[in-house]
């Protein structure tokens, strides 16, 4: 596996990162540090006040996903 995806994240982040999957819920982001902490990883972009995810935040939220099922459980 590479560590070039591999991010211990919060459940605060993974939860922003999720809902930024969908470029219709970005809007709905409103603690603007999460977004901060995500663009210092490199895995979100802000253009024009938006926040998008970038093609390296799909990887994380991609190989996350079993650690997504955890904090559920």
Same mark, same amino acid.
């Given at each position: 596996m590479s560590n070039d995806v591999d991010f211990d994240?919060?459940?605060d982040q993974w939860e922003a990162l999720r809902t930024l999957?969908?470029?219709t819920s970005s809007g +709905?982001? =409103?603690k603007a540090y999460l977004i901060e902490?995500?663009?210092?990883?490199?895995l979100v972009v802000v253009n024009d006040g938006v926040p998008a995810m970038t093609p390296r935040g799909?990887?994380?939220?991609? +190989?996350? =996903?079993?650690?997504?099922?955890d904090l559920v459980a």
């Open positions: 994240l919060s459940p999957r969908n470029s +709905r982001l =409103s902490s995500l663009v210092k990883l490199g799909r990887k994380v939220l991609v +190989r996350g =996903s079993c650690r997504l099922l």
